[in-house]
């Protein structure tokens, strides 16, 4: 039987292309190392990751599978582009620090390890997905009763068109240019009414601010432009 993958090949050969860079602080993926830390800070406020088995989904480089990894979760971490995925495991090697990754679609791995994970993290994913939905089911299946999702994306807004796209892509270049689609991004209240029915409960939306003057990131009262999000599913 053939599974249906639920991506664009564009946008895994767009991604791929990047991955000898992955791990470069100053290289096409800069902002997501200021982010990073920022996003690890914001699931260990929610959760305690020490001894929890998580899933890293478009885990791309394994820039926060790693990070959960040292921080003492027991980690998986998937992606649906190869070169990411190699890149991911020999960086985790070379740095001595044990992550399981995968090449394997998330609703795939939903039903081979249903109710497996205390956590799972969806981070700057979503938009680049035909069916985000689809995503958000399979990772609540992935979750054990009680269990944590968190996940990252960008709201379509006007501001979020200015600054995520012209900006940072057209005119500061920090981003190569084509790696969002503003009709993609998606608003707190879509990505609120998904989880609801992924059978999950939303328990906090909070913005994340990107400053490129110093290549900083913070949480931030904004979700205007990039925004966190928690669910929790029932016990």
Request: aromatic content about 6%; some cysteine; charged content about 20%.
């Amino acid at each position: 039987m053939t599974t249906h993958v639920n991506a664009r090949q564009a946008e895994l050969d767009k991604f791929g292309a990047l991955a000898s860079r992955w791990w470069d602080e100053n290289g096409p993926q800069k902002a997501l190392h200021a982010l990073n830390p920022v996003r690890l800070g914001y699931i260990e406020a929610r959760v305690a990751l020490a001894g929890q088995k998580v899933l890293d989904v478009g885990c791309g480089g394994g820039l926060l599978s790693e990070a959960m990894a040292r921080n003492g979760a027991t980690v998986t971490g998937i992606d649906l582009a190869p070169e990411l995925v190699e890149v991911a495991k020999l960086h985790a090697l070379d740095q001595g620090v044990e992550v399981e990754y995968l090449q394997v679609p998330v609703e795939a791995l939903a039903a081979e390890r249903p109710g497996h994970y205390d956590v799972v993290t969806c981070m700057e994913m979503l938009e680049h997905v035909p069916d985000p939905g689809a995503i958000l089911a399979a990772c609540a299946s992935l979750l054990k009763p009680g269990g944590t999702l968190c996940v990252s994306t960008l709201n379509r807004t006007p501001a979020a068109f200015a600054l995520a796209i012209v900006g940072a892509e057209y005119i500061a270049r920090i981003l190569p240019t084509g790696t969002h689609q503003y009709r993609d991004f998606i608003k707190p209240a879509e990505l609120a009414q998904g989880i609801r029915a992924a059978g999950l409960t939303l328990d906090d939306v909070s913005g994340i601010e990107y400053l490129p003057i110093g290549n900083r990131a913070r949480l931030s009262t904004r979700t205007d432009i990039n925004y966190l999000a928690t669910a929790r599913k029932a016990s």
